[in-house]
C-alpha cells in the first residue's frame, strides 16, 4: 500500500523544483517592469518657487515612484537643493534619508496643505513604526538659511528645501511616503504607500534602484507558510496519527514534499534579495541555508529509506526524526531572526506567534495524549509496520 507512493521519483522532484525557480524569477521581472514607469519632467518651476528652486535647467531631474519625482542641484559647501514633487489631492507627502532602506532610524521632510490652504513642512525623526514614534521637528538633517517652500501647483503638490551634509552626498538610500490624512497637529498618520530606493547623487551618473519590497515580502511569507505551517504540520501526521495508516504517510509525503518546494522558493527570493540589498545580516542567512540544507538532507533520506524490517531501520528512523526537529525548532528561530532584522511590523509578530502558539498547543495536547495511550501501542506495534513471522 505504502509502497506506491514511492514511484514519486527524483526527477519529478527537481522538475518541480525547477518550476517553483523559474516562478520566483519571473515574478521579480515583473515587480520591475511596474515599477519602471515614467513620469514627466518639463515643468516650468519659476513661476510659482521661489529661489534657489525656481531653475528648472539647473535641477536634474528624476520620476522615482508613482507620481513622485525628485529634483536636485548641488551647491558649494555639501548643499543640496531638492524639489520634490507628487500628485496631491489631501494628506501628506515625505521624503526620508535612511541610512539602510529602512523607515526606523531615518530622517524624513513632510509637507502638506492644511487648513485654510496653508502649506507646511516639517522635519519628522522616525523613531519606530508607529504613528506616536514619528516626532515632529527632530531627525538629523541639516537644513540652511534658506527656507523651505511648499506649493500645491494644479494637482501637484511641491516641496522646495536645502539640506546641508557633512560630506560630498553620493549615494543615499531615499524613503518616499504619502498619506492619506491630512496631519492634525502636526501629527503623522500611517501611510497609504511607500517604498525605498536607493538613490546615486554623484553628477551624470544617477541611477535609481527601487527597493524590493515585493520580494521581501514574497521571502517572509513563503518562509512562514513552508516552515511556520506546512512542515510543521506534515511533522504531526507523521508523530501523532500513525493509527491511520497509511493516511498518516502520504499526508506526511505529499505535505513535507509541498512544504520543502515552498521553502525552496522562499530561499530563492532570500538569495535573490541578498543579491539587491547586501545588508548584512550574517546569522539570519546562514542559519537559513542550514536549515534548508537539513530540508534537503531529510528529502535525501525519504528517498534512500532503508525497507521497514531492515535492521538499520531504527537508525534511520532515529536519524530522521531528529534531523526534522531540529531544522524545525532552528527554522522557527530563523524567522523570528528574519522577523527583527527585516524590522517586519506587528503584522508579521502577530501573524506569526499566532502560527507559532497553534502549533505549540496543538503539539502539547496531542503529545499528553500520545503518552496517555502510549504503553498499550507499544508493547503490541500496529501490524502494518511490522508484519507478524
Ligand atoms: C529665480 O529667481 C531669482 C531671484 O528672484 C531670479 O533672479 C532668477 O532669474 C530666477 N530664475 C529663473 C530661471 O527664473
Not at 518550476?19 to 515643468?43: G, K, Y
Not at 496631519?183 to 538613490?199: C, Q
Not at 510543521?232 to 501523532?240: E, L, Q, S
Not at 515552498?262 to 548584512?280: E, Q, R
Request: hydrophobic share 50%; with cysteine.
Amino acid at each position: 500500500m505504502a509502497g506506491e507512493i514511492r514511484t514519486v521519483s527524483p526527477h519529478m522532484f527537481f522538475r518541480a523544483s525547477a518550476f517553483a525557480v523559474l516562478l520566483l524569477l519571473s515574478l521579480d521581472d515583473e515587480i520591475r517592469a511596474v515599477e519602471a514607469q515614467t513620469d514627466s519632467c518639463d515643468s516650468d518651476l519659476s513661476s510659482f518657487l521661489p529661489f534657489p528652486f525656481n531653475s528648472s535647467s539647473a535641477l536634474t531631474c528624476r520620476p522615482v515612484w508613482n507620481t513622485f519625482v525628485l529634483r536636485y542641484s548641488k551647491a558649494p559647501d555639501n548643499v543640496l537643493n531638492i524639489v520634490l514633487s507628487a500628485v496631491y489631492t489631501s494628506g501628506w507627502v515625505g521624503l526620508g534619508f535612511s541610512r539602510d532602506g529602512m523607515m526606523v532610524g531615518s530622517s524624513a521632510m513632510v509637507g502638506w496643505i492644511g487648513k485654510e490652504s496653508r502649506a507646511h513642512i516639517r522635519q519628522y525623526f522616525l523613531r519606530g513604526q508607529s504613528s506616536s514614534e514619528v516626532r515632529v521637528n527632530e531627525g538629523q538633517l541639516l537644513g540652511t538659511d534658506v527656507s523651505p517652500a511648499v506649493v500645491l501647483n494644479g494637482a501637484t503638490i511641491y516641496l522646495a528645501f536645502q539640506l546641508k551634509f557633512l560630506a560630498p552626498i553620493t549615494q543615499q538610500s531615499l524613503l518616499f511616503a504619502f498619506g492619506a490624512a491630512t496631519p492634525h497637529h502636526y501629527r503623522l498618520k500611517e501611510h497609504e504607500d511607500k517604498t525605498s530606493v536607493f538613490f546615486d547623487f554623484s553628477a551624470g551618473t544617477s541611477s535609481i534602484s527601487s527597493y524590493p519590497h515585493q520580494l521581501k515580502k514574497a521571502h517572509g511569507a513563503l518562509a512562514i507558510f513552508a516552515w511556520g505551517v506546512l512542515l510543521p504540520v506534515g511533522a504531526i501526521f507523521a508523530r501523532y496519527f500513525r493509527q491511520f495508516d497509511p493516511l498518516w504517510y502520504y499526508l506526511h509525503a505529499v505535505i513535507q514534499f509541498a512544504g520543502f518546494l515552498i521553502a525552496l522558493a522562499s530561499l530563492v527570493a532570500g538569495v535573490s534579495l541578498y543579491n539587491k540589498l547586501h545588508v548584512n545580516v550574517l546569522a539570519h542567512r546562514g542559519l537559513g541555508i542550514f536549515v534548508f540544507v537539513l530540508a534537503i538532507l531529510q528529502v535525501l533520506a525519504f528517498f534512500l529509506r532503508p525497507e521497514k524490517d531492515s535492521k538499520v531501520r531504527r537508525y534511520w528512523n532515529w536519524y530522521h526524526h531528529w534531523v526534522g526537529r531540529i531544522a524545525l525548532f532552528l527554522a522557527a528561530v530563523n524567522i523570528v531572526l528574519g522577523i527583527q532584522v527585516g524590522g517586519a511590523g506587528n503584522g508579521w509578530k502577530g501573524g506569526y506567534g499566532f502560527c507559532l502558539a497553534v502549533i505549540i498547543i496543538t503539539v502539547s495536547v496531542l503529545e499528553v495524549m500520545l503518552c496517555l495511550r502510549g504503553p498499550k501501542k507499544a508493547a503490541e506495534p500496529p501490524s502494518f509496520q511490522m508484519p507478524p513471522q
